[in-house]
């Protein structure tokens, strides 16, 4: 059985600073955290304005914005509009609510016992949050979250009952985990196996996927692999989702923002604006008078104050008492004088004693701090092979080929790593753009992942890659091992990405001829052929994509980010790694059998080329099924004559049906399920030149634009509209008359 489940959350949360509500808050923040004769809580859960309790009550802002009250059961429970979506918490800028996990259960003949799949939905100004991680349990399961312009997934591997998973760690054997950006409004959980369980079924019946809050989830090991449904309700009951919330997502802070006296509007990152209480006031922000001053003098665990105490309004005043000095914020601190003897000294003394006492600690503290930051840059350096690679920068006998820069080199170049600095970011690190001391302007790669026993490989990579000289490959400048993880210094590369161009605009940026297309199609085949052949030591890039191409200010490719990379012994054709890549892009051999080749390259390699003739992105959840992934997609339209259906309608008036087809049926060999069936990057790069230089008689070229000038308007209709996945006739996110829900027993893995 196949259930599927489509949650649509309608979602606002109160917009001012509160403990979990099932706490309560102080009577002054009470006062005003409903509109007048309008109930503040149902349950443990308080209900504040801009909600509120019933539909055209008047109790919320408006009809958006109503809850219902249950109180059918001794427990009243709190829903979301008239659905069955339970809340059990709001406060300042997040709303929780409860998560169902995806599973898919097996047979032992590895046929699906059942199985759910998830959707959820949630409407402008509400987002999922960062504080959400997606996790995937099971022996013999990968899964994908897809979201909008988001596509990822998670493995989870162990090949028998031995290989016990460590309890708490989500790493992959067992369980994996990984990170949702921020702003998404919806997101798509599948889940498939690569065997259907039969190797694991005797622990492992079932695979589970689920979004929820980090931390909230704690993996026990092999007990939860084995017990499905005990695992699912267990996340059921303790593994909340998260969403974050802002008003007038498309505005912010404005003359009509809603923040009443005592209280100030904040925009937030992504658009909308908050409001909340300056300091020293408390309460609801949205409701008349607005936010009421805090007596802090009346609150000793808010004032600290052990003297003459004056509440000020938004603050208070804290003094010694007549005929004592000190400072009365601090127990004890008041003190009194000898009056008897030298009460000039003694003030003096107790007033400038303390402040020469703290300058000399303060001063030994900073040259003990300096001391503890310089023996920790040796460490990283050490840890990160840099005596290894200074040994071998001197036995090269040249110092040239490799730039050691220090922490401060970079830190300037990047004005300290700001965030205004950012130019790229993935999987492998955030790239940042900066200008050294000698006026070049320099991209500055500062990488996540930090593998200490690998130090030795690194250098060697790096000192090769140094190595690496191609007017098509960026150039590697030299790193800094002073830091906890490497930082890598390239060239920088002023004019965006490939993909960029490509998919900016509909067909293409206006330079972005069929013959330019060709020119960049030779150029990084051109790079790859280079790295697998002529290079000291082949190298395979694994992780070629259009993102990772880049064009400098004459539209000339460079190939990037080698973060991915891998080395080949000369004696070796072949290396098996864990799986790293890009869906869409990733070699479906290399996916199933670890093992890397240079036809891994290759086929990706053929995605983007399919990407150069199309137009079209790699994996769309906007394109119908057939045309999800572009790599089978063309394949088959290769297969099926059906080539010309599927070109971008600007390649066919500029290049040839002859052109076309010869290089289409070049991209299909590329894309070959087997990698031996693939043609070697070399062997693609020739022909990709030899189709560069064909031309044809001048008349002939005359007939072919004729011939094809019908397919070019057929065309280009079709790509003006691509249906989306989800049509706007199918989802109304503004409203919704009836939601059916599956009961809680439907919904569990069994």
């Not at 196949?2 to 001012?16: A, D, G, K």
């Not at 509909?506 to 002529?534: I, K, P």
């Not at 339209?637 to 066919?652: A, Q």
Request: proline content about 4%; some cysteine.
């Amino acid at each position: 059985m196949r259930h599927q489940y489509i949650m649509i959350l309608y979602l606002f949360t109160f917009p001012f600073t509160m403990a979990l509500d099932t706490q309560g808050s102080s009577a002054s923040a009470i006062n005003n955290i409903a509109k007048t004769n309008c109930p503040s809580r149902c349950g443990n859960v308080t209900v504040p304005y801009p909600f509120g309790i019933g539909k055209d009550t008047g109790c919320s802002l408006d009809n958006s914005f109503y809850l219902t009250c249950n109180m059918s059961n001794e427990d009243p429970k709190l829903f979301l509009l008239s659905s069955n979506i339970e809340i059990y918490n709001i406060s300042d800028s997040e709303f929780r609510t409860r998560t169902r996990p995806a599973f898919r259960c097996y047979n032992p003949d590895g046929t699906i016992r059942n199985e759910f799949e998830w959707w959820s939905i949630i409407a402008s100004p509400f987002t999922f949050s960062e504080k959400n991680k997606f996790t995937v349990l099971g022996c013999d399961d990968y899964s994908l979250i897809r979201g909008n312009n988001f596509v990822s997934g998670c493995l989870g591997l162990c090949s028998t009952n031995q290989d016990e998973p460590d309890n708490g760690q989500c790493s992959g054997s067992g369980c994996c985990q990984t990170s949702i950006p921020k702003g998404l409004d919806y997101y798509n959980v599948t889940l498939n196996s690569f065997k259907n369980h039969t190797d694991v079924w005797s622990f492992n019946q079932c695979g589970l996927a689920f979004l929820g809050e980090q931390g909230s989830f704690v993996f026990h090991g092999a007990d939860d692999l084995y017990n499905a449904s005990d695992i699912w309700e267990r996340i059921w009951a303790t593994v909340p989702v998260v969403i974050d919330w802002v008003i007038a997502p498309e505005g912010g802070c404005s003359e009509s923002a809603e923040c009443k006296g005592n209280s100030s509007c904040y925009e937030v990152d992504g658009g909308g604006y908050r409001c909340r209480c300056n300091n020293g006031y408390e309460g609801n922000p949205y409701l008349d008078p607005g936010c009421q001053d805090i007596n802090e003098c009346a609150n000793l665990g808010i004032s600290h104050c052990y003297g003459d105490c004056l509440n000020t309004l938004g603050g208070y005043n804290c003094t010694c008492p007549p005929g004592s000095f000190g400072d009365a914020k601090i127990e004890n601190g008041c003190l009194y004088p000898n009056r008897s003897k030298f009460p000039t000294i003694f003030i003096i003394a107790m007033v400038f004693g303390p402040l020469a006492i703290l300058s000399s600690i303060s001063g030994i503290f900073y040259g003990i701090r300096r001391k503890k930051l310089m023996k920790l840059r040796e460490k990283f350096f050490e840890q990160n092979g840099g005596i290894l690679l200074k040994q071998k920068i001197n036995s090269q006998g040249s110092r040239e080929a490799m730039t050691l820069f220090s922490v401060a080199q970079l830190r300037k170049a990047t004005n300290n790593y700001s965030q205004a600095n950012i130019i790229g970011q993935g999987g492998y690190g955030i790239v940042y753009k900066g200008v050294l001391s000698d006026k070049r302007v320099v991209a500055i790669k500062k990488s996540k992942i930090v593998d200490i026993g690998q130090a030795e490989q690194f250098i060697n990579e790096v000192l090769i890659l140094t190595q690496v000289i191609h007017r098509n490959v960026v150039n590697l400048l030299g790193c800094c091992l002073e830091e906890e993880v490497p930082i890598l210094v390239y060239d920088f590369i002023s004019n965006n990405t490939l993909f960029h161009h490509i998919h900016s605009r509909l067909g293409g940026m206006s330079w972005l001829s069929w013959e330019n297309r060709l020119r960049v199609a030779v150029e990084v085949a051109g790079a790859l052929a280079y790295l697998h052949s002529e290079t000291i030591m082949p190298i395979i890039h694994r992780d070629v994509k259009s993102t990772n191409i880049l064009l400098d200010e004459h539209y000339t490719a460079k190939i990037s980010d080698f973060g991915a990379s891998r080395l080949v012994p000369l004696d070796h054709e072949q290396v098996t790694t864990l799986i790293q890549g890009t869906l869409g892009y990733l070699d479906p051999e290399y996916f199933n059998t670890s093992q890397l080749t240079e036809k891994s390259d290759v086929y990706s390699f053929g995605v983007v080329l399919a990407e150069l003739i199309t137009g079209k992105k790699p994996i769309s959840v906007d394109r119908s099924n057939v045309e999800k992934n572009l790599a089978t997609y063309f394949v088959n339209s290769v297969t099926e004559n059906r080539l010309y259906g599927i070109v971008e309608p600007r390649i066919l008036r500029e290049g040839t049906l002859e052109q076309i087809q010869v290089l289409g049926d070049l991209v299909k060999r590329c894309l070959s399920p087997q990698g031996q069936d693939r043609p070697t990057m070399k062997e693609v790069a020739m022909e990709l030149d030899s189709l560069r230089k064909f031309t044809t008689h001048p008349w002939i070229q005359q007939q072919l634009f004729h011939e094809t000038r019908s397919l070019t308007l057929e065309v280009e209709q079709s790509d003006l509209y691509e249906a989306p996945l989800i049509s706007n006739d199918t989802i109304n996110r503004k409203s919704y008359s009836s939601i059916t829900y599956m009961t809680f027993e439907e919904n569990k893995p069994r």
